[in-house]
């Protein structure tokens, strides 16, 4: 509060808003973060009661009979249920929130339990998916908060690795090196994009714009990373992907190009069906422009597969967050721009002792590795300033 406090005096001494305005937005911000410190509370008592309950049956837990435990388990299910219903009904939102979590780590326990029991030869994999398709539906009927949104966003991410690994770990090491990289590229671009649909915004905002956030969050990182395969001689690593997976080069070059490409032909037919459509189009293009940055990153070290060159990592690196803070100075993401500037001089830095490594033995090169990271970071904190006084002068005038 205290800093949309500072936000809106200023706003008032510059004019832009009247006194009553900024006692009314002070208000609605006052009232609208009522309740969050007995929320956050009541989830960490919920979790300890939780926690607490989980350690009581292991401490005892051979000596319990298994219709016992099945019984126990299905009887605090029924409960959970219960209290998000009743909650709901009486509009206890922290409450029925909190009653939504319970029933969802109860849900995955029971499961748990039930393959333990009777020895089912299900893997992790199996049951983690089982228990999304189950669960999902009642999260986004009842959640309505961040408090449902973010543990299921996460656990739907954790879980994706773990059914891979179950289902697709005997697949040729060319096919699954094609769903890796298909699941890190194009699972954030459906995340933005479901994120951004009218439907799920008007239907369920905050779960849209956890989805939307989480999958710039996903794509950007996708891209990050992308740039470190230029350390790596990827012909000779794509030749021994093809040889183990008896496919000929060619072909395994064209699966590890196609899913990038794949993407780009993806974004290319969202513009061209979408533009039109939508209400804020210099947004809409800036981000547009920004996934396909992205998706190039990735696809430049499979386009070229040669030698490993420490150049082509943090050029390509410092190119791409040089993008990301583009992109983040045209929607007035600021935490975006500090951020690229402040992995760029990193970088950079790394590339200083990438080049001059055998300097920095001795202490004449400790030296000058010191000083020219202490004016290193002069002139990016004079860059951000610059930026960020760019960036409200443009808004100033728009």
Not at 220 to 231: D, N, P
Not at 275 to 298: E, H, P, Q
Not at 305 to 331: K, V
């Amino acid at each position: 509060m205290f800093g949309v406090h500072r936000k809106i005096k200023a706003w008032e001494q510059a004019g832009l808003i009247s006194a009553d305005q900024a006692a009314s937005i002070t208000d609605f911000e006052r009232n609208r973060q009522k309740g969050r410190f007995a929320g956050g509370l009541m989830g960490l008592s919920l979790f300890a009661i939780l926690v607490g309950v989980l350690m009581v049956i292991g401490a005892n837990w051979n000596d319990i009979p298994d219709a016992a435990k099945l019984l126990v388990h299905a009887i605090l299910n029924i409960g959970a249920v219960v209290a998000v219903w009743r909650f709901h009904a009486r509009g206890m939102d922290v409450w029925r929130e909190g009653a939504v979590l319970v029933l969802a780590g109860l849900t995955l326990t029971f499961m748990a339990l039930v393959g333990q029991i009777y020895h089912l030869n299900g893997g992790a994999g199996g049951l983690l998916a089982l228990w999304l398709i189950v669960i999902s539906p009642f999260m986004v009927i009842y959640g309505r908060t961040m408090l449902t949104a973010i543990p299921w966003v996460l656990a739907f991410l954790g879980a994706i690795p773990v059914i891979m690994d179950q289902y697709l770990g005997d697949l040729p090491d060319i096919w699954m090196l094609f769903y890796s990289v298909a699941v890190a590229l194009w699972l954030p671009l459906a995340m933005c994009a479901d994120g951004f649909t009218r439907l799920f915004r008007t239907f369920r905002p905050v779960w849209a714009f956890v989805v939307m956030r989480a999958g710039f969050i996903l794509l950007t990182f996708t891209g990050t990373m992308a740039t470190m395969l230029w350390y790596v001689d990827r012909a000779r690593e794509l030749g021994t992907i093809a040889r183990d997976s008896g496919m000929d080069y060619g072909a395994a070059y064209m699966v590890a190009v196609g899913v990038p490409l794949i993407a780009l032909v993806g974004l290319a037919v969202h513009y061209a069906l979408y533009n039109t459509r939508v209400d804020d189009k210099a947004f809409y293009r800036a981000t547009v422009g920004y996934c396909a940055l992205c998706v190039v990153s990735v696809l430049l070290p499979f386009l070229i597969p040669s030698p490993d060159s420490s150049f082509m990592a943090g050029l390509t690196f410092i190119a791409f967050w040089i993008g990301a803070g583009f992109y983040g100075h045209l929607t007035g993401a600021m935490r975006l721009v500090s951020l690229a500037v402040t992995l760029i001089g990193l970088r950079i830095y790394v590339i200083f002792l990438e080049a001059f490594a055998g300097l920095m033995t001795t202490g004449f090169g400790l030296i000058i590795a010191g000083v020219a990271m202490l004016g290193m970071i002069w002139g990016l904190r004079r860059a951000n300033r610059y930026v960020r006084s760019l960036s409200h002068h443009n808004g100033e005038q728009s």
